[in-house]
């Protein structure tokens, strides 16, 4: 049997201000990826969002990005200091645990968000030094990947546990990469395509890209993004259309590897 994770990015509020229905999609998918205060969530949405995650016995997993408040972390960074970018991720990587261990749970995993993913999925100069962040702040983590990228090489190198991710959400380019958000159909919103993409992706290990190639893919685990619009009813038709395909959906943390 096939079995696979179904991811969503959370905990991407700030303040008093909320960012998608963070309750009812930990009610779907099996790993959280946590807002670690730089692109989105504060200390006491973390703290929420991890408590949530543990009532549910949902996987924790960090979400760092960049220093990008206002940009949601999707700004360009390709100016941006390799080094520094690599330390922070380290910085929310420990604030994330320090959460955790209060709230009694465990980060499990962490995957890169926004324009730190994107650089990092062809950069292999910054996928490396992110891995060696990792392997010497939580060796353990398993890096959640975009399928394909530089970063499963980064961190196989690392000797780190890498799963691979495909986005049942997002378009795709010829190459792999995602397509642009600026460019109208990046984002898919609804559910029933988003179902039958994930199906695909995970049951014949590719996609069709926006150019008509079929694009091969490695589908450890599936996202739904926490921020798009009807991202839980996506979410739900996901995994009714992954389990009536006969997939057995875990988390990451509990997959063989």
């Known amino acids: 049997m096939a079995r696979v994770d179904l991811n969503c990015d959370a905990g991407e509020g700030w303040g008093p201000w909320r960012m998608g229905d963070d309750e009812s999609l930990l009610d779907v998918v099996t790993t959280v990826n946590v807002a670690c205060g730089l692109h989105a969530g504060d200390p006491l949405i973390m703290a929420r969002t991890v408590r949530a995650a543990r009532e549910r016995g949902v996987g924790i997993g960090a979400h760092p990005g960049p220093n990008d408040l206002w940009g949601f972390g999707r700004r360009d960074l390709s100016h941006e200091p390799v080094g520094d970018l690599a330390t922070l991720v380290a910085y929310q990587l420990g604030a994330l645990q320090a959460v955790a261990a209060q709230e009694g749970a465990r980060v499990t995993s962490v995957k890169l968000h926004g324009s730190l993913s994107g650089r990092a999925a062809v950069d292999a100069a910054l996928a490396g030094a992110v891995a060696a962040v990792i392997r010497g702040v939580a060796p353990d983590l398993i890096w959640l990947v975009p399928s394909g990228s530089a970063m499963v090489a980064a961190g196989e190198q690392a000797g780190l546990r890498v799963a691979q991710e495909v986005f049942a959400d997002r378009a795709y380019e010829a190459d792999g990469t995602l397509v642009s958000r600026s460019v109208p159909g990046a984002v898919i919103s609804d559910p029933r395509a988003c ?42 038709a996901v995994r009714t259309a992954l389990e009536k395909a006969g997939v057995e959906i875990r988390p990451l943390a509990e997959a063989p590897g």
């Open 195 to 236: 179902a039958n993409r994930a199906v695909w992706m995970v049951t014949e290990g590719g996609i069709e890209s926006v150019g008509g190639k079929r694009v091969r893919l490695q589908a450890d685990s599936v996202c739904v993004h926490g921020d798009t619009p009807r991202a839980v009813e996506a979410a739900r």
